[in-house]
């Protein structure tokens, strides 16, 4: 969809870009001055903006940073071997255009449970936020004693 073009969609709606419907909210602009010439020839319509469908099941690569990485190979049963090859592979992948993409690729084939690390990552990120927000109340001044 252009910029200035207004679609019909049904018998009140119109569909515009979110760019236009932004600009259709100031005075004086081109787009309101295209919006106010639609109504007046179809009144009673209302302006929607296209929304994008988003893929639930999507694979995000969140929180796999070298660190998180390396904290979930700790884990592995043969933590110490994977993490050699791991460093090797970080080496390795500095000749790369993309040096972080070659890690990546490496640990997804090396760790192909997708949701196993998902998982870990997500208690991961708890963990670390719990750990910020617990204060040790033992050892805070009461108000009696102040």
């Given at each position: 969809?252009k910029?200035?073009?207004?679609?019909?969609?049904?018998?009140n709606?119109?569909q515009?870009?979110?760019?236009?419907?932004?600009?259709?909210?100031?005075?004086?602009?081109?787009?309101?001055?295209?919006?106010?010439?639609?109504?007046?020839?179809?009144?009673?319509y209302?302006?929607?903006?296209?929304?994008?469908?988003?893929?639930?099941?999507?694979?995000?690569?969140?929180?796999?940073k070298?660190?998180?990485?390396?904290?979930?190979?700790?884990?592995?049963d043969?933590?110490e071997?994977?993490?050699?090859?791991?460093?090797?592979?970080?080496?390795?992948?500095?000749?790369?255009?993309?040096?972080?993409?070659?890690?990546?690729?490496?640990?997804l084939?090396?760790?192909?449970?997708?949701?196993?690390y998902?998982?870990?990552?997500?208690?991961?990120?708890?963990?670390?936020?719990?750990?910020?927000t617990?204060?040790?109340?033992?050892?805070?001044?009461s108000?009696?004693n102040?």
């Open positions: 969809m910029k200035n073009t207004i679609k019909i969609m049904d018998d709606q119109a515009v870009s979110k760019a236009f419907a932004k600009n259709a909210k100031i005075y004086g602009t081109d787009e309101y001055k295209l919006w106010r010439e639609f109504l007046a020839e179809n009144p009673g209302t302006m929607t903006t296209k929304t994008i469908k988003k893929n639930p099941d999507k694979r995000t690569n969140k929180n796999l070298y660190e998180n990485m390396r904290q979930f190979i700790k884990e592995q043969n933590a071997e994977l993490l050699r090859e791991f460093e090797k592979e970080i080496r390795m992948s500095k000749i790369q255009s993309s040096p972080y993409n070659a890690v990546l690729a490496w640990f084939q090396k760790f192909g449970n997708y949701d196993s998902k998982e870990f990552f997500k208690n991961l990120d708890e963990q670390k936020n719990s750990e910020t617990n204060v040790n109340i033992e050892n805070m001044p108000a009696a102040m």
